[in-house]
């Protein structure tokens, strides 16, 4: 059997730190015959030296495109435009036009964020059938039972409550609160993130007589874990947390009024449905409202769906909170920051790398593996779902639509 060349991306979105390999995973992949380029990253939490000391071959930075065909390109944010592939020459150079994307022409392993209907889902999806690429979205590698076989939830859920807990007492202070939230940086480990959420929670008790009160919706969840995992962590008790999962929602549809009366409400679901606002712009006019911060750790900001329409921007580290009109204090903001856990880069990739790692082995016999079948499956339903001024596009370009099953 050929062997299979994984080809490491390095990662372009700002303040991402994270990979999907580890050098702990690599060195395994290595070791099972596997072939692993690394491309060099200013970025990455890991030094490229780590990975050439396992014997991974370093490639230059941004260097997939040019990758032969047969190698798969893994990584884990979306790819932006403008770091793809040039269009190769048009049928009829006239076609071209604002419903032409470039394409992409290798098989991907990443978060893609276009089979839910998101913002421009068609634009994303629709270049890897126009390239004759691939897609394997890392959101749906899905074990027997259904389970996710890596995520990053854990890290997520403790990243956004920290933040949030942060946030809750920069607008407590008098001297602070009328100031946007300043931008964050990663830090090295889980210890010196709880120390400066620790020094925050003491600087905001200064200014109230009580601990936060936190609402983390989605509590039994990986990230609703994390949620709790952080406040467990800085000392927030048991009675100042609020932990809600199906077997509350179920019993009556939202808006809930449980929200807006905590001080932070951390959202840790996973949206698969069209279900009622858990708050809205109704409810945040309650003369109850103590709600201050909002942690969208689900972020599902462009999902039609999204059951906190209460604002539409996601944030970035540079820009962690959107504010919140509302008719009096204290003062709301939103934390929709879509890829929280590189606050913890190591840890989190780390966690996330040895999860998937299993899966990754059986990449050399993925026309037979359930977990690979299913993903591609999955691409090809999405593809045949793209409307028509899409599937006219990949014809411009010479591509062609993946109809529904494998060959």
Request: net charge negative; with cysteine.
């Amino acid at each position: 059997m050929p062997t299979t060349t994984l080809h490491l991306r390095s990662e372009c979105k700002p303040m991402e730190h994270r990979s999907a390999l580890t050098p702990r995973t690599t060195k395994q992949l290595l070791e099972a015959g596997y072939k692993v380029n690394v491309e060099r990253s200013p970025e990455r939490i890991f030094e490229d030296s780590e990975f050439e000391a396992v014997g991974a071959t370093l490639v230059p930075e941004g260097s997939w495109p040019s990758a032969p065909a047969d190698h798969l390109i893994i990584g884990l944010k979306e790819l932006p435009e403008e770091d793809c592939m040039i269009i190769p020459p048009l049928k009829d150079p006239c076609l071209l036009n604002s419903h032409l994307t470039v394409p992409l022409h290798h098989t991907h392993i990443q978060f893609a964020h276009c089979y839910k209907g998101q913002s421009n889902w068609e634009e994303v999806l629709s270049r890897f059938p126009t390239g004759s690429g691939t897609l394997y979205d890392l959101e749906f590698l899905n074990d027997e039972n259904g389970r996710r076989v890596a995520a990053f939830g854990y890290h997520a859920g403790y990243a956004g409550a920290a933040i949030a807990v942060m946030v809750w007492a920069w607008q407590l202070d008098p001297a602070t609160k009328s100031r946007p939230f300043p931008s964050i940086d990663y830090y090295k480990n889980e210890a010196d993130l709880v120390a400066k959420v620790k020094r925050s929670l003491e600087e905001g008790m200064k200014y109230t007589s009580s601990m936060p009160r936190m609402m983390v919706m989605g509590a039994l969840g990986r990230c609703g874990s994390g949620a709790l995992g952080l406040c467990k962590a800085i000392g927030l008790p048991d009675s100042s947390m609020v932990k809600w999962d199906l077997a509350e929602t179920s019993q009556r549809p939202g808006p809930y009024e449980e929200i807006v009366e905590s001080d932070i409400f951390v959202n840790c679901i996973y949206l698969s449905k069209p279900i009622p606002p858990f708050v809205n712009r109704e409810t945040l006019s309650s003369t109850k409202r103590k709600l201050s911060v909002v942690c969208d750790v689900s972020c599902d900001t462009t999902n039609p769906h999204n059951p906190i329409p209460i604002y539409d921007i996601c944030t970035t580290f540079e820009k962690p909170t959107v504010p919140v009109k509302v008719d009096r204090d204290p003062p709301l903001s939103v934390i929709s920051i879509d890829h929280l856990p590189s606050l913890l880069p190591r840890e989190a990739s780390q966690d996330f790398s040895d999860a998937l790692l299993p899966s990754l082995l059986k990449l050399n016999n993925r026309k037979q593996e359930r977990v690979w079948q299913q993903a591609e499956d999955l691409f090809r339903e999405k593809v045949a779902g793209l409307s028509a001024k899409w599937k006219q596009g990949q014809a411009f370009l010479g591509g062609a639509v993946v109809p529904t099953g494998r060959p």
